[in-house]
């Protein structure tokens, strides 16, 4: 657990399951005592308009997230500059909480939310986080921000662990 009690809960998103994202997360995890998810091993699927997928572990997650933590902290990588997949369709699913579970949905509201994304090189643009921004703004979440983290020689290096733990800060 952190100084300041928030529970984290981090969710990755990755189509390669110990990857540089992974090894973000891990290092996020150590710094920050944030529980770890790892979407790809999730029984997610698309958002579906008749809801046939209802059954999977969505709703689960979320219920979890409610029950045991404060702030969700999304951890993906940057592929052909937008979110991995695991990611998009994790928060597409969120319209489940808009239509045929509502009542879930609300109480979303008045925890928070941030965002770290990784790359091999120190290459993205702050608009790669505005979905994450609008998506929490839309729930009643804080925003607490955005951390970009890049992978040097198959590990985090001390800039980008600063860079960590003032996304940790911001928690406060």
């Known amino acids: 657990m952190?100084?300041?009690?928030?529970?984290?809960?981090?969710?990755?998103?990755?189509?390669?399951?110990?990857?540089?994202?992974?090894?973000?997360?891990?290092?996020?995890?150590?710094?920050?005592?944030?529980?770890?998810?790892?979407?790809?091993?999730?029984?997610?699927?698309?958002?579906?308009?008749?809801?046939?997928?209802?059954?999977?572990?969505?709703?689960?997650?979320i219920n979890d997230f409610i029950d045991n933590y404060d702030t969700m902290v999304i951890v993906t990588p940057?592929?052909?500059?937008?979110?991995?997949?695991?990611?998009?369709?994790?928060l597409d699913r969120i319209s489940d909480l808009l239509t045929i579970e509502k009542e879930t949905g609300r109480q979303l509201r008045g925890k928070s939310m941030a965002l770290i994304s990784q790359t091999e090189g120190d290459f993205f643009h702050e608009w790669f986080a505005e979905p994450i921004k609008l998506t929490a703004k839309y729930l009643g979440m804080d925003f607490k921000g955005h951390v970009h983290v890049s992978i040097e020689n198959g590990a985090v290096n001390e800039t980008y662990l600063k860079r960590l733990k003032e996304l940790l800060i911001m928690f406060k």
Do not use: C
């Open 2 to 61: 952190n100084s300041n009690n928030t529970r984290i809960l981090s969710l990755i998103g990755s189509s390669h399951k110990n990857g540089n994202t992974t090894l973000v997360a891990k290092a996020f995890a150590d710094i920050s005592g944030s529980d770890i998810v790892d979407l790809g091993q999730k029984d997610i699927s698309y958002y579906d308009y008749d809801h046939k997928n209802r059954n999977d572990d969505f709703l689960p997650l």
């Open 78 to 90: 940057i592929y052909w500059y937008t979110m991995s997949a695991e990611v998009k369709t994790f």
